[in-house]
């Protein structure tokens, strides 16, 4: 009857000294801020009637550099795998372990084989390769930063995409497993590498997938990198509410001024206020939902509340993170003049996920 | 009616043989005995009719309790002398003498002298000086203090009360003596036919007033066990007085980071080591969990602590026993106490109710709430619903109906609590309500009878409960209700005098308990963990009970051998059923006057920690873990006050709860396994204490580990606590000291403590994934690879002053935490991407004080 307490742990962090680190909301280096997944719900097709969700999502990556304004044309490559778990079965996905994860290159090498290989009999790959987009400074008004993957000889790397393999279903699940109401999580990993498609689709084999895995395994020590995972919602049949959608943010307005990405603002160097441009009718996509415990008995009803993440490649952002109806503080009184780039991504904390970017001119 | 005169004067110290059957150890007086109870012969009539004085010497045999056993004529003094001398004799009490440090029968010789009382002069030219002898400060009635007047003197009797008559009228210059104590001096005016009446107040030479004396004790079986009094304990600086965080400056004990009372002791987990209040487990011992003990050290008389193979009187535990023995209320006077630091104010007070019980009551509650509270209004972080306090209650009520019995009463309750609201977190999610609230209490009832010099039991029966109230945000919350009966029952017996025999039966019934937990689950190990906190939800009315029936014998076989084997049976019943069997031996050795080897080997038991049975977040189907102690020894009095304890030691620890991410089928359908008994382990190493016993100036003592603590399976994450490989401290070492210093200040004193200690090792991160659904980095790290955090170094000054007034006592202490300031790194701190790395420190210079008055 002994009883464990994390608690003198944790009061220990309140009351220890930590180094002042850069915040995470400044962008200095390559980033990936996000990974969107349209939609953020899929599900198998059914024998007969509508789908309740595609079964398919679309993936690409909210990918911002610190030299983005000035370097307009540097590309980054973002490779993507993905897990699909067997519904009813528990076993971890190979995209969350962390043997895995600590030998990237060994992982990206173990997906190319299969994807080459083919699936297995009477099942799906363990973990797959997902395709391929390439990302760089996007033309004003455009919000994605990623796109079409295309190398110099016109190849076109397939897009990133998630799809069920064909006879995916909770058929096998007994009536009351409670993966028929929550569904199942898939996991896709997104390498972003400092790299053109031109330097990861160079060489031969008989796989592309292979190809660019052992190209991309090569450079990833030696550049710029992030690995980042990204969970998709695969729709039990049983589930309760209507399936998500990503949130909506039409873009950010500094001092009550939307932001036109076409035409960067001139902002003074002194400190800013930011709020997120919403879409009419924004609170109509705040969606219901049903909170459900473990066993996909329901908790409570709920209203989704949109979170905002902020970041900026110049001055200082006061909180990472605002809240439906909140204001960030953007201090620019020490930052150089010049251009600048800040970004919101809205998060409803259901897998939904939408950003906009804005460029700037820093008065100097 | 005059009063015949007599001295008794202690003459001399014989180390005798045996006597009255008890045998007198050989060795170094470092205690004399002293009369603590004296007697007044009759003056034989024959004698006193004829004027006639004499001298009896007497030879005594005292007993290791202070009671006269024996008495012989040495030089007879006839006329009835001799006869009245040994019947005065068997009504004196002494104080324990001690050999080598430990109380011991021993023989003494004492002398009546019978003065010839001179002819009564006319009752109206004498004069009577009567009174009491009380200590300054304390108001103790002192018995045994010589009082003389003149030419004539008397000692106190045990109420500290004396009389001089037939004094002459007139200015008498009056001295009070005693051992412990300063001389006092002063002159009375006495008046022809008239009694003054007059009230001594005398000031203790020696500045530990409430060290405990333990009378009797019982000859030490146990290998491993330290004893602290109260009186060293209060002192000690860097611990603000704490009962509990003393027992971190042993050996064995690895250094909690922060100062909190986390146990680890040799490598084992916090969690395996079990907490007693006499002898009675408690399931809490420290408020907020390792911010500072439930029970003040005032009411503490000793700590015993035993970092392994403890005997089989207790059991489900691997690690170490921490046992805290309260005192027994004072039964001579009132005794107030109100005491304010840095973090709590104390009030207690004690006093008799008959001439055999007494009673007392204290209650303790911390005020940093007050200055959260004005720090969260600053603050844009959190608000504060409820700001962090706690309090606790303590009463004993002890009565002894007759010299083979002692009963007690007693209430122990605990309550922490804090609510925070709207605390930020810098994550997507912050938490509206942060509560965390643990209250305890517990009531017990023991008696002790003696039915023989040979024969003794014990009876303790408590009943208490546990409530906890956490919230963490919408993560999850604990709201948990459970009444605890607890019964001990143990008897011992001596057949003869080389063997002994002691049973016992040590159990704990939940009846009816109330859990009602939600929370995620536990991250499994060696995975991302899942960003979605989907809540299990568990609503359980539990019953539980665990028991333990144990057999020991002791045995000598020889002189100087002890030998103590013991078996212990238990059986746990609790979500499922767990039975064990722990085999124990012990053994001491005495060589010589100063030395003793001692050795043990047992087997331990304990069950997993009651989450990791729920099928909800762990495994119903895991067993017990276990442990094999083995360890040598050897204690040595170097000198005096001052002894060595070395041990070696080897614990190899198996059936560890280990995470798994193996899948079983149960009930049809594959789930995860999440926990076996997989894991092993071992932790040895060598402990040094070198201690300076407390009852002088100086008490302190060095205590050196050399330890390692390993687990043979790295997992990352799925655990609860940090498991005791991850305060692996090959080295540690702590000095600490405290002298009285008198020149410098009447009452003051200085303590000083060092502690060095080998860095915790911590698993470096390889690299980070960034989560794109929580906005977070995930370390990556590499669980065969490990480092260490720089070693540690600390420094701690504390001062105490002390006031004696006639009746009361004003104390201030002033303590300085890390006094050099050093940044001392507590574990890796990291950015948000994990790309650098610092160190997260711990509290630079801190000081604290406070002060203290006692009626």
Redesign the interface.
Known sequence: ?????????A???L?????D????SRVEKLR?L??QAEPPEIAPLPASGAPAAPDRAALTSFVLRADFATAPGRETTVLYLACVPTP??????PC????G??D?AGTIAEAARSSCAGPPPGGAAAIAFAGVEACRAPAAGAWRTCGAAITSGGLTLPSPELALPAGYGFDAL?PG?PERI?GV?AAVL?FALDATPDELAAGTGACPAEVLATRLAALWAQRDH??????VWIRGPAAPDARNVNPAIDGIAAGNVPLDPAAPASLPRASVALTPVSPAGADALHQPYTE????G?P?RSAREEW?Y?WFGTAGELKD??TRDGGVEAWDLAAAAGGPAVVAA?V?D?R?G?AWRWAEVTIAP | MTRPKTIAVLLSMLAAGAAGGEDAAQGVLTRAPAVIEPAVPEYPEKAKAQGISGEVVLELDVSVEGSVLDARVVRPAGNGFDEAALAAARRLRFSPAEIDGKPSAVGVEYRFRFDAPPPAPPASAVAILRGVVVERGTREPLAGVSVSAGDRSAFTDRGGRFELADLPPGKVKVVALDPGHHRFETEEALEAGKALEVRYHLLRSTSDLYEAVIVGEREKKEVTSVTLTSGEVTRIAGVSGDTVKVVQNLPGVAR???G???LVVRGGN??DT?FYIDGVEV??I?H????TSVVPSDLVEAVDFEAGNFGVRHGRATGGRIDLRTRDPGTKRLHLVTDANLFHALAMGEGPVSENAAIAVGVRRSYADGVIRAAARSSDDFGVAVAPRYYDLQGKLAWRPTPDDAVRLSFFGSDDRMQFTGVKT????DLDRLE?GTAFWQATASWDHRFSDATHARLAVAQGNVRVSNRFGTVGSERDT?P?TSVRAEGTRELGDSFALAAGVDS?F?PSSSLVV?FP?IP?P???P???N????MDMNLR?W?TGVWTEASWKPVDGLVLVPGLRAEREV?INEMRWLDPRLAARWTLGDATTLKGGLGLYH??P???FLTKQWGNPDLHEEGAWHSMVGVERRIWGPLTLDLQLYYKGLFDLVLPT?E?VVRD?????LRYTNGGTGSSYGAELLLRWAAGGRFFGWLAYSLSRSVRDQQV?GGT???GGDAFDQPHNVVALGTVELPELWTGFSAGFRVRYSTGNPYQPT????????T?TY?P???PSSRRRTPAFFQLDLRADKRWTYRTWILSAYLEVQNATNR?NP??A?????YS?Q???????LFPSFGIRAEY
């Open positions: 009857m002994n009883r464990a307490s994390i608690l003198p742990l009061l220990l962090a009351a220890a000294c930590t180094p680190f850069d915040p995470a990936v996000a990974v009813g079965d528990p076993s971890p996905s969350v372990l962390l043997a994860l600590r990237p007994p497993a929550l999580q997104a992030v690995l980042t995972v990204k969970r459900l415990d473990s066993t008995a908790i979170v993440s990472l993170h991504v998060r904390l897998g996920v | 909690a980071p922060g909190f009372g986390l916090p969690s079990r399931p809490l420290f907020f969990g390792g911010l810098g994550q997507l999610e965390i459970i605890v704990r939940v939600e689950e499994p060696n995975q991302l899942k960003p979605d989907r809540k299990i939800r539980a665990e609790f304990q069950p920690l009651a989450v991410n899948v049809g359908a594959s789930v995860p990352v609860l606590q940090p390889v690299n980070a994934v960034y989560d794109a659904d906005d995930q990556v790290v590499d940044k507590e574990g701190a990291y950015n948000y991407d650098q610092g160190w997260m420190t711990g509290l630079p």
